[in-house]
């Protein structure tokens, strides 16, 4: 079983958030890293738990839907949404 960490890009839909997940791999050539991003549909009891921006970690599971295979575990960092007054 996979497990992966990621960062919530979009928490919209009902029961489903999508994780951006980062890699580097080396250039064959030029020895330079460059980073590679995926991202996973991933099953959450509740979307109102997650928010954009919170880093969490995913499981591998049985297929749930067309695109769902990952389940989220738990959260790894929590953002702190920072509210309209602090912003004028």
């Known amino acids: 079983m996979r497990k992966l960490t990621g960062v919530i890009v979009s928490n919209k839909m009902k029961k489903t958030v999508v994780v951006r997940t980062d890699s580097f791999k080396m250039?064959?050539?030029y020895k330079k890293y460059y980073r590679l991003s995926k991202k996973y549909k991933a099953d959450v009891a509740d979307e109102k738990d997650y928010s954009i921006g919170d880093v969490v970690m995913m499981k591998e599971t049985r297929p749930i839907s067309k695109e769902k295979r990952w389940k989220v575990v738990g959260t790894v960092k929590?953002?702190?949404?920072e509210s309209k007054d602090d912003q004028e």
């Open 78 to 81: 929590k953002v702190i949404a």
């Open 27 to 29: 250039h064959p050539k």
